[in-house]
């Protein structure tokens, strides 16, 4: 059983940048790819981005494209999440997840999930 924490989320202007972080403990973390997702109120829960297992392999959503980057250090067990020019579209709950065998966007693949951080971006 892999438990998360997730931490650095907060306020921030549009166009800024924040960093989301995600700490693993509980098992074998590294044999697990992890991702990101996001819920906005009244929305269902997003796919944001993925990494793979051990080989770095990363995998967004269109809309973060080139905004977001997702990046993990196996040693430390941790996924992180470099999010720079933000937008007011990007204001969510951040959700990291881990457990899936593959890079997916599919939660449904995913069967470990921290509590989630705010994000809000203001325009």
């Known amino acids: 059983q892999v438990q998360l924490v997730e931490s650095g989320g907060g306020a921030v202007q549009a166009g800024g940048s924040l960093t989301l972080s995600c700490a693993a403990s509980g098992g074998t973390f590294s044999t697990y790819a992890a991702g990101w997702f996001r819920q906005a109120p009244g929305k269902e829960r997003d796919f944001v981005a993925a990494?793979?297992?051990?080989?770095?392999?990363?995998l967004y959503a269109e809309s973060v494209k080139g905004r977001f980057t997702i990046s993990r250090d196996n040693a430390k067990n941790t996924v992180s999440l470099q999010m720079n020019s933000l937008k007011p579209d990007d204001t969510a709950v951040y959700y990291c997840a881990a457990g899936s065998w593959t890079l997916s966007r599919n939660p449904d693949r995913y069967p470990y999930w921290g509590q989630g951080t705010q994000v809000t971006v203001s325009s």
């Open positions: 990494i793979s297992r051990t080989t770095g392999g990363t």
